[in-house]
């Protein structure tokens, strides 16, 4: 069983966080990096956040946790990716946990409604839980 409260190298953390980014520099100084992840992402900059986000792979693209590969549904995925980040001009992180594209889809049109501010809180409370799942035995 993994050791979720000790120090993570920066190499470890790239692989949990999809990039290595200034959070991920932030969090490697950590010694508990996955404890502390969540306040670590509250003192960032909104520059930081969007940096973060924009580590990880979209929704669509290829990753370990998305499937569902419907021509449609990705299609509508690359559309709807398209429109929240020129709204928002960072990327739409989800935590997906075994759930199909197609069931991603109405979660990005509500998240479209929100504020900018609160994507960059739920894409980086998104991307802790990813995190913390990939950190996870299988």
Same mark, same amino acid.
């Given at each position: 069983? $993994? %050791? &979720?409260?000790?120090? @993570? =190298?920066? /190499? +470890?953390?790239? !692989?949990?966080?999809?990039?290595?980014? #200034?959070?991920? *520099?932030?969090?490697?100084?950590?010694?508990?990096?996955?404890?502390?992840? $969540? %306040? &670590?992402?509250?003192? @960032? =900059?909104? /520059? +930081?956040?969007? !940096?973060?986000?924009?580590?990880?792979? #979209?929704?669509? *693209?290829?990753?370990?946790?998305?499937?569902?590969?419907?021509?449609?549904?990705?299609?509508?995925?690359?559309? @709807?990716?398209?429109?929240?980040?020129?709204?928002?001009?960072?990327?739409?992180?989800?935590?997906?946990?075994?759930?199909?594209?197609?069931?991603?889809?109405?979660?990005?049109?509500?998240?479209?409604?929100?504020?900018?501010?609160?994507?960059?809180?739920?894409?980086?409370?998104?991307?802790?839980?990813?995190?913390?799942?990939?950190?996870?035995?299988?």
């Amino acid at each position: 069983m $993994r %050791d &979720v409260s000790r120090q @993570l =190298t920066v /190499d +470890e953390l790239v !692989e949990l966080f999809s990039g290595r980014t #200034r959070f991920v *520099e932030k969090l490697a100084r950590e010694e508990d990096p996955l404890g502390q992840a $969540r %306040d &670590v992402a509250h003192g @960032l =900059t909104d /520059d +930081e956040k969007a !940096e973060a986000l924009a580590a990880h792979p #979209r929704i669509g *693209e290829r990753s370990p946790e998305q499937h569902g590969d419907d021509p449609a549904v990705l299609a509508e995925l690359a559309e @709807l990716n398209r429109e929240y980040e020129e709204r928002f001009s960072f990327r739409f992180v989800v935590f997906v946990h075994g759930r199909s594209r197609a069931e991603i889809v109405p979660e990005l049109r509500e998240r479209l409604q929100n504020t900018r501010a609160q994507e960059l809180d739920n894409g980086l409370e998104a991307l802790v839980s990813i995190a913390e799942d990939r950190w996870r035995p299988s």
